[in-house]
Structures are given as structure tokens and as C-alpha cells.
């Protein structure tokens, strides 16, 4: 991964990247607030990001700002993440679909994610898509993005 602080205009973006310059994470301060790629902002690049960083940063320096920008939603996290617990079948609905996987809303604070690729491609003839119910085992908790892991997810129409 690369680590790029970009300015453009009066907002600076931080992008957590691949080696194809896909977002997996990003941050966008303007006005001294935040607005982080999870929720409930979700402020994420939906293709390769293809300006050039004003500045190649480290790893560590984006953790920082990272950690500072979702720390608010901390609390709560810890909260919600108490109601779904590792062995827990869950439902939710299918909202959106990240570079790691297809992000299921489980309540009004609470995403889940699941890997896109244990998902059938088709239902009934259709492309899996956004809408969709979702059940699936919580199989842990992704702390740097906020959510709840699952495995076992079938789909039902």
C-alpha cells in the first residue's frame, strides 16, 4: 500500500492505495471536519485515483490521522459491536461494494462486511446487486474500519 496527501483547493485528502491506485481507505478534511470512507460518510474514490499526491506519507502518519478522524465513532462502535458477537447469524442489507468486500448495513450505525467473492454472481438470472438481503455468521470485527466480519453469507431475494 501507498500513502498520498493531496490538496485540492481548500480540502486536504489522505488515500490509503493499492499498487493500481484503488482507495481502500481515504480521508477528506475541509473546514476543520473530517469525512472518513466509512460510515456514515463513506467517502471513497469509486475508480483509480489518477492526480498526483502533493506528498508521499508514511504509514504511520496516515494511522495517525486516521485514528483522529474516526475516534468519534469509537464509542458507539464499541457499543454496537457488543449486539453482534462472533458465532451470531446476522441479516442485513446489501448497501455497497468496497475493494474489500460488500458492505452489509445491519442497523442504522452498523456495517458489516463480507467477501464478495463466497457470493454467487447471479440470482434468479440477475447480477448481484445493491438491495439485496444478506444473512451471515459474524465471524469477528475489522477495528480499523469499523466493522462486523462475516463468513457463511447467503443471499435471499
Same mark, same amino acid.
Given at each position: ?80 459491536? $457488543?449486539?453482534?458477537?462472533? /458465532?451470531?447469524? &446476522? @441479516? !442485513? %442489507? ?5 475493494? *474489500?468486500?460488500?458492505?452489509? #448495513? ?19 438470472? $440477475?447480477?448481484?446487486?445493491? /438491495?439485496?438481503? &444478506? @444473512? !451471515? %455468521? ?5 477495528? *480499523?474500519?469499523?466493522?462486523? #466480519? ?8
Amino acid at each position: 500500500m501507498q500513502y498520498i496527501k493531496s490538496l485540492f483547493e481548500d480540502e486536504i485528502y489522505y488515500f490509503e492505495l493499492d499498487d493500481q491506485r484503488v482507495a481502500y481507505r481515504q480521508i477528506v478534511i475541509a473546514e476543520g471536519q473530517s469525512k472518513v470512507s466509512i460510515a456514515p460518510d463513506f467517502m471513497l474514490a469509486e475508480k483509480e485515483v489518477d492526480f498526483e499526491p502533493d506528498e508521499q506519507i508514511g504509514l504511520i502518519e496516515f494511522e495517525i490521522i486516521w485514528e483522529s478522524a474516526i475516534s468519534s465513532y469509537r464509542k458507539q462502535w464499541d457499543y454496537y459491536k $457488543q449486539q453482534y458477537l462472533p /458465532g451470531d447469524s &446476522v @441479516t !442485513g %442489507i446489501l448497501r455497497m461494494f468496497y475493494p *474489500q468486500g460488500c458492505l452489509i #448495513q445491519l442497523n442504522e450505525h452498523v456495517y458489516a462486511i463480507a467477501d464478495t467473492t463466497t457470493l454467487p454472481e447471479q440470482m434468479n438470472g $440477475q447480477p448481484i446487486g445493491v /438491495g439485496l438481503t &444478506v @444473512t !451471515g %455468521i459474524v465471524s469477528g470485527y475489522d477495528e *480499523q474500519n469499523l466493522w462486523v #466480519q462475516l463468513d457463511q453469507c447467503t443471499i435471499h431475494s
